[in-house]
T-cell receptor, first 118, second 119 residues
Framework: GAVVSQHPSRVICKSGTSVKIECRSL??????MFWYRQFPKKSLMLMAT?????????EQGVEKDKFLINHASLTLSTLTVTSAHPEDSSFYIC??????????????FGSGTRLTVV | AQKVTQAQTEISVVEKEDVTLDCVYE???????LFWYKQPPSGELVFLIR??????QNEISGRYSWNFQKSTSSFNFTITASQVVDSAVYFC????????????????FGKGTHLIIQP
């Protein structure tokens, strides 16, 4: 089945620094990648949608200059949290849509990245 | 706009009891997809089921069953003979997916139901 590898699984960074989160599709081409954010004990909220080779589309209220998304290839999408602050601490999850038979399962999710900004 | 409501924030039952998790959705699309995911404490999302809007057949998979009713815009999930390992947060979600080459929407999630199965 489809596998999305997300790294790192946990990261602690100092306030003001930037953090990059990577998501790789291991056995299929991910034309579209979705990035979600989940606060503790809360739901997952879609942050942005990226399509390979084009600019990401951000949901209302998500700062595109703060959450930089790059989807340069069909197997790799990255989310960079720039100038991180404690309020950016959250669980970030990427997801992609399978194609062909993989679509039977709909979306495939990475294992998530728990970001703590101190 | 799409919306998913999971009114039950937390449910606690004793092992072996049956439990139903409710999900009500809103969408203007005539073609849409409904999902259930399980999120254990580790955080990863475990896919449970996908159902499209044209398929109202109920589904049973082992101890799990799903009841899809378009008339009431509900997609409820029942666990029969619950087990401690079923303890997790369960999310109902909705999307409008187009097939390959046609683009896709992200998922709209409900707020989740925290299910606690006590031994």
């Amino acid at each position: 089945g489809a596998v999305v590898s997300q790294h790192p699984s946990r990261v602690i960074c100092k306030s003001g620094t930037s953090v990059k989160i990577e998501c790789r599709s291991l056995d299929f081409q991910a034309t579209t990648m979705f990035w979600y954010r989940q606060f503790p004990k809360k739901s997952l909220m879609l942050m942005a949608t990226s399509n390979e080779g084009s600019k990401a589309t951000y949901e209302q209220g998500v700062e595109k200059d703060k959450f930089l998304i790059n989807h340069a290839s069909l197997t790799l999408s990255t989310l960079t949290v720039t100038s991180a602050h404690p309020e950016d601490s959250s669980f970030y999850i990427c997801s992609t849509l399978g194609e062909g038979p993989l679509l039977d399962y709909g979306y495939t999710f990475g294992s998530g990245t728990r970001l703590t900004v101190v | 706009a799409q919306k998913v409501t999971q009114a039950q924030t937390e449910i606690s039952v004793v092992e072996k009891e049956d439990v139903t998790l409710d999900c009500v959705y809103e969408t203007r699309d005539t073609t849409y997809y409904l999902f259930w995911y399980k999120q254990p404490p580790s955080g990863e999302l475990v896919f449970l089921i996908r159902r499209n809007s044209f398929d109202e057949q109920n589904e049973i998979s082992g101890r799990y069953s799903w009841n899809f009713q378009k008339s009431t815009s509900s997609f409820n999930f029942t666990i029969t003979a619950s087990q401690v390992v079923d303890s997790a947060v369960y999310f109902c979600a909705l999307s409008f997916i187009m097939y390959s080459g046609g683009g896709a929407d992200g998922l709209t999630f409900g707020k989740g139901t925290h299910l606690i199965i006590q031994p």
